[in-house]
Nanobody, 124 residues
Framework: QVRLVESGGGLVQAGGSLRLSCRAS????????MAWLRQDQGKGREFVAI????????AYADSVKGRFTISRDNAENTVYLEMNNLKPEDTAVYYC?????????????????WGQGTQVTVSS
């Protein structure tokens, strides 16, 4: 069982930056692929970024590539999402989750443990 708690969301102007944190408890994240997903009102939940435990590789949705950076600190059992040059379309609730499937990062069925989410609002 993994418990995930996100923090760091808030209100920011377009072009600004935020850093989200996701602290895990109950199990070490060192053997988990850790991801960030987001969901805006009236829309489906979508993949944002992932950090794999094997090889330490990362992957990003095209919409955030070059602006967002995912990182992890296994010693602190924490995953981060650094978000720069934020746009109004980045407004959403951001969720941290563990990905345990061999399938695509874009399929929500591949995620099992989720945090409660943190709201990010970007004003124009």
């Amino acid at each position: 069982q993994v418990r995930l708690v996100e923090s760091g969301g808030g209100l920011v102007q377009a072009g600004g930056s935020l850093r989200l944190s996701c602290r895990a408890s109950g199990s070490s994240i060192s053997r988990y692929d850790m991801a960030w997903l987001r969901q805006d009102q009236g829309k489906g939940r979508e993949f944002v970024a992932i950090s794999t435990w094997r090889g330490g590789s990362t992957a990003y949705a095209d919409s955030v590539k070059g602006r967002f950076t995912i990182s992890r600190d296994n010693a602190e059992n924490t995953v981060y999402l650094e978000m720069n040059n934020l746009k109004p379309e980045d407004t959403a609730v951001y969720y941290c989750a563990t990905h345990t499937s061999d399938g695509s990062y874009y399929l929500l069925t591949g995620y099992n443990y989720w945090g409660q989410g943190t709201q990010v609002t970007v004003s124009s």
